[in-house]
């Protein structure tokens, strides 16, 4: 009986082992897969992104939405950022109706406020943005799935709050992230999801908590990895505000 229990034993190890060793292959395969990739491969797209945004203070309950479409270019010369002549009349025509009422609406104007270099280089960059989430992360595990009707893996990771830089930790008291990525047969990133909520102190008296839930999908172009769909959620409440905001972006490749 002590043979057949010690028997059992090693293949429970050793299947164990299997396991661990199965999902460490794939969290290798995705980070081999972004070492492959050149971010300054040239490419030409066109961006269309939408936010609205809703902030409470007390009764006062202020809504902005936006809505932009523009186009991008990576090529030698740089990253080249090009408004149409419409978008610049849409903006023009907007702040001349907020000289006249402050409370007028400016759509164009707010989605091209929110969508500065930091957003856009989101969906251009992601390759910077996954290596950061896997420099904090800690593998869960794996399973093996079907995404667009082709097989994938799908890794399931998490952040702690100790594995946050001392910067990042400042004044959180609670936080943690739950991250998905689809991979392919080789590694390369298909989507991705990240949720995960937090609470904390400023100055020891004011709490605030927050939350967010952002979706992705990946395409390729050439060397370049590229975020085709941005869907993000988010939302933030302390000191009497709370404050909700939902992006959408996506990118659809010129040439």
């Known amino acids: 009986m002590h043979t057949i229990s ?4 090693l293949l429970s190890l050793s299947l164990a082992s299997l396991i661990s060793s199965a999902h460490a292959d794939s969290l290798h395969d995705l980070q081999q897969a972004l070492k492959k990739f050149e971010q300054n491969s040239p490419f030409s797209a066109q961006v269309t992104a939408s936010v609205k945004n809703q902030n409470k203070e ?29 978008l610049l009349s849409n903006i023009d025509r907007e702040t001349e109706a907020k000289k006249q009422n402050p ?32 420099s904090k992360a800690q593998l869960v595990k794996e399973e093996h799935v079907t995404y667009n009707g082709k097989s994938a893996r799908l890794l399931h990771l998490q952040i702690p709050l100790e594995n946050l830089s001392e910067e990042e930790r400042k004044n959180l008291k609670k936080y943690r992230t739950d991250l998905q990525f689809w991979i392919d047969e080789n590694g390369t990133p298909l989507a991705s999801r990240s949720t995960g909520k937090g609470s904390g102190r400023f100055a020891l008296v004011i709490g605030f908590e927050f939350h967010f839930d952002v979706e992705k999908t990946y395409i390729t172009q050439g060397n370049r990895l ?14 009497g505000m709370d404050t909700n905001e939902a992006i959408t972006a996506s990118l659809k490749l010129l040439n």
Not at 59 to 86: C, M, T
Request: charged share 20%.
């Open 6 to 9: 010690s028997l059992k034993l």
């Open 58 to 86: 007390g009764d006062d309950h202020n809504i902005k939405e936006g809505l932009a479409q523009f186009a991008v270019e990576q090529n030698p010369a740089g990253l080249h950022i090009r408004y149409s002549p419409d």
């Open 103 to 134: 409370q007028a609406s400016t759509p164009t104007t707010e989605a091209m406020n929110r969508f500065n270099y930091s957003e856009i280089s989101i969906l251009l960059n992601p390759v910077r943005d996954i290596g950061d989430d896997l």
């Open 226 to 239: 590229l975020v085709a769909k941005l869907s993000s959620t988010s939302g933030s409440s302390g000191a």
